[in-house]
């Protein structure tokens, strides 16, 4: 079925007829994979199809609004929505039904694949679900700014604040335990992180208070990531070329170790994961050059290349994130991001 002809389908809700559900049901069977990751079947998908348009009257105009301030079309929006974003909704919401604990969905993607929009659209529809929602970032759990000038002045290298080692893993392990508590009655306190402050390298500020919530979706540009036999620095893609682009890309990789019990804590494992790495260069020029001409101070395009090499020798995607992406234990789903930074495509792994 055309994208145009789900619209007209579901633009008709609640006014749709048996044949137009039926159309609906059929043209999900013909895609195996998805009916494999959403669970539906011959047998379930009438009634997964109903409880998805009931969800749809509900969540749309709050999404649409939300996606329209961000520029997509109509058509983008209903056909996401549809395919995506409510039954991810509605599988967390099944996951969170099967235990006790709030259910932390970890959401893994770099700069410009939507990790923000993901958290903010399943919080607006886990809502209608009657679920709390909160969103958490790895960015909240950073060391202090005087924490990391001291660690700058330890290791220079540190340029800048993201790699592994520049986080106070020991706080976040503490809020996740927090989270996960069912018997931990009292307000937690969740750190935030503010990127403006001393001017541009961020620091923390006045933490929030909330009660327990029944879903957290905690994301990050390296969440869940492990680490990896040194020996494939020997021969690793480019910006790494140099034997001290190896050194520290082996001590970052050790520095790993030590969130593997943050990692621990994820009940589930999103990748938003784009066609090509190298977008994220592309991306983040974009912004860059949106923020210059709205009258914002931004980095040139040399500075660009040098920001985003730096992160690439620390973690490289081909060696962190490309594995990852292929190993079903530790993914639940692979979402691959295209050059617009529309999700294409939704896989169990890669």
Not at 78 to 105: D, N
Not at 236 to 257: C, G, R, T
């Amino acid at each position: 079925m055309q994208s145009l002809k789900l619209l007209e389908i579901l633009d008709k809700y609640p006014a749709l007829s048996s044949s137009e559900i039926e159309m609906l049901l059929q043209e999900e069977l013909q895609d195996k994979s998805f009916c494999n990751i959403f669970n539906i079947t011959a047998e379930n998908g009438r009634k997964k199809i109903n409880n998805r348009l009931i969800l749809w009257e509900k969540s749309y105009h709050l999404v649409a609004q939300y996606c329209q301030k961000l520029g997509f079309n109509s058509l983008d929006i209903m056909s996401l929505l549809w395919k995506l974003w409510l039954p991810l909704a509605i599988q967390l919401s099944e996951e969170k039904s099967k235990q006790k604990t709030p259910l932390i969905q970890g959401i893994l993607g770099v700069q410009g694949t939507g990790k923000t929009t993901l958290s903010k659209i399943l919080c607006l529809i886990l809502k209608q679900l009657g679920y709390t929602t909160i969103t958490i970032s790895i960015d909240d759990f950073y060391k202090t700014y005087d924490e990391r000038q001291k660690l700058k002045e330890i290791d220079p290298r540190f340029i800048w604040r993201g790699p592994p080692g520049t986080h106070d893993v020991e706080l976040g392990i503490k809020v996740l335990n927090q989270l996960k508590d069912p018997h931990y009655l009292a307000a937690i306190s969740i750190p935030r992180f503010d990127k403006s402050l001393c001017n541009g390298q961020g620091d923390r500020i006045e933490p929030e208070i909330i009660n327990q919530p029944d879903i957290v979706l905690f994301e990050g540009w390296f969440l869940g990531v492990q680490p990896i036999n040194e020996t494939q620095f020997n021969n690793a893609p480019l910006p790494i070329k140099s034997k001290e682009d190896q050194q520290f890309a082996k001590e970052i990789n050790e520095n790993l170790k030590a969130y593997l019990p943050l990692w621990e804590k994820l009940d589930r494992l999103i990748i938003l994961y784009p066609k090509d790495y190298r977008f994220s260069k592309q991306w983040r020029k974009e912004a860059e050059q949106k923020m210059i001409s709205s009258g914002k101070t931004g980095m040139s395009d040399h500075e660009i290349e040098d920001f985003v090499n730096y992160f690439w020798k620390a973690l490289h995607p081909e060696l962190f994130i490309t594995p990852l992406a292929q190993n079903p234990s530790l993914v639940d789903l692979v979402i691959t991001i295209d050059n617009n930074h529309h999700p294409q495509q939704i896989d169990n792994y890669l």
